[in-house]
């Protein structure tokens, strides 16, 4: 079964910037670069929401319209890892960030897609 660990949750201050990491395994199955991956969201009160899905190869990128422009998804294959970094960070960015992984193709934001998820990394934004 794939594994995901996420970190880089924390405190923060409004207007921080912050980078969220989640590292991979796959097993010893298929290989991490053929995974389309994705971060979302749960604020508190809300369901989970997408904010950045992001292919295998690394180049094809998705964002989320109320947060595009603050995002910068990215992946090391290599290293079997994702990144997610918020610029800009606002109080009402706070939530538990996860990640996500599907072996399929289909669309990024859809949450019933996604076979694997990690247990999530909480981020504090205060005032």
């Known amino acids: 079964q794939v594994q995901l660990v996420e970190s880089g949750g924390g405190l923060v201050q409004a207007g921080d910037s912050l980078a969220l990491s989640c590292e991979v395994n796959t097993g010893s199955g298929r290989a991490f670069s053929t995974y389309t991956m994705a971060w979302f969201r749960r604020e508190p009160g809300l369901d989970r929401s997408f904010v950045a899905g992001i292919r295998g190869n690394g180049r094809d990128r998705v964002y989320a319209d109320s947060m595009k422009g603050r995002l910068t998804i990215s992946r090391d294959n290599a290293k079997n890892t994702l990144y997610l970094r918020i610029d800009s960070l606002r109080p009402e960015d706070t939530a538990v960030y996860y990640c996500?992984?599907?072996?399929?193709?289909?669309?990024?934001?859809?949450?019933?897609?996604?076979?694997?998820w990690g247990q999530g990394t909480q981020v504090t934004v205060s005032s």
């Open positions: 996500a992984a599907k072996n399929f193709w289909g669309t990024y934001s859809d949450v019933t897609d996604y076979l694997y």
